[in-house]
């Protein structure tokens, strides 16, 4: 059926073994006639196989395809899922030191399922506006706009040192944000400034909170002072010094 299915088409016999059809004397009867052309060059390519075969008593032997003698679901689902090259971002949000709210927060930001105004465009959602409410120009309010690109956010990872590449994707200035920060707690500065601009940018949609650069200094330090109750202890020092020297 796998290796000649043209042929199987045409056959009498659904459910007949191999060996029996070995040994049947004449291999063309198996068949309703007349074949066409493809199958025909299917069974010219069959008994030629079939003559080279050889066949033993012993019983069929079923393996895994991952080359292990045992089987398992997790195994059977990684290789129907196949192999998906996945950022290392994804990787470092789940073993970071914050609060699980803030991985849920990163794992959406970085697959761009937040609710931006660019996302619910995607949607279909009907909005008065669909430029961002933190810039004075008219700009849709996309992913990488809203945490990188606008002069808010930007003027944020100032503060930190962190300088902002404008022809850079989000993902490529997560990475040029790392290369900056040089801390091995960088995974948590990144994710607590994201969380930061993402405040200011709700609290004046849905409270008319006018956003100021002093503010976010202090959600972020506040933030970033509860990450010490669950920051590893051989990072620790190193953490609350860093964040002592923030100005």
């Known amino acids: 059926m796998q290796a000649y299915p043209e042929?199987?088409?045409?056959?009498?016999s659904k459910t007949i073994t191999l060996a029996a059809g070995k040994d049947y004397p004449d291999?063309?009867?198996?068949?309703?006639?007349?074949?066409?052309?493809?199958?025909?060059?299917?069974?010219?390519?069959l008994s030629s196989d079939i003559q080279i075969l050889t066949l033993t008593e012993e019983p069929d032997v079923w393996t895994c395809i991952w080359q292990s003698g045992s089987y398992s679901v997790s195994k059977a689902y990684r290789h129907l899922s196949g192999?998906?090259?996945?950022?290392?971002?994804?990787?470092?949000?789940?073993?970071?030191?914050?609060?699980?709210?803030?991985?849920?927060?990163s794992w959406l930001m970085l697959k761009d399922r937040l609710s931006t105004r660019e996302l619910l465009i995607r949607k279909n959602m009907e909005l008065?506006?669909?430029?961002?409410?933190?810039?004075n120009g008219l700009i849709e309010e996309s992913l990488c706009h809203l945490f990188i690109h606008c002069p808010f956010a930007t003027s944020c990872w100032n503060w930190l040192?962190?300088?902002?590449?404008?022809?850079?994707?989000?993902?490529?200035?997560?990475?040029?944000?790392?290369?900056?920060?040089?801390?091995?707690?960088?995974?948590?500065?990144?994710?607590?400034?994201?969380?930061t601009i993402w405040k200011a940018r709700n609290g004046l949609i849905f409270n008319q909170i006018q956003p100021s650069i002093q503010a976010s200094k202090r959600e972020f330090k506040d933030e970033f002072t509860l990450l010490l109750l669950s920051a590893k202890k051989k990072i620790f020092p190193s953490i609350e010094l860093w964040l002592n020297n923030l100005v």
């Open 27 to 45: 291999l063309l009867s198996l068949f309703h006639l007349p074949l066409s052309n493809q199958a025909y060059a299917q069974l010219a390519q």
């Open 7 to 12: 042929l199987f088409s045409f056959a009498k």
């Open 83 to 105: 192999h998906a090259v996945v950022h290392p971002a994804f990787k470092r949000i789940w073993k970071s030191s914050c609060q699980s709210k803030h991985k849920v927060f």
């Open 128 to 135: 008065q506006d669909y430029n961002y409410v933190l810039c």
């Open 161 to 195: 040192q962190v300088q902002t590449d404008q022809q850079m994707d989000f993902l490529q200035n997560i990475e040029l944000f790392r290369r900056q920060l040089q801390v091995p707690f960088f995974t948590e500065i990144i994710i607590i400034m994201c969380w």
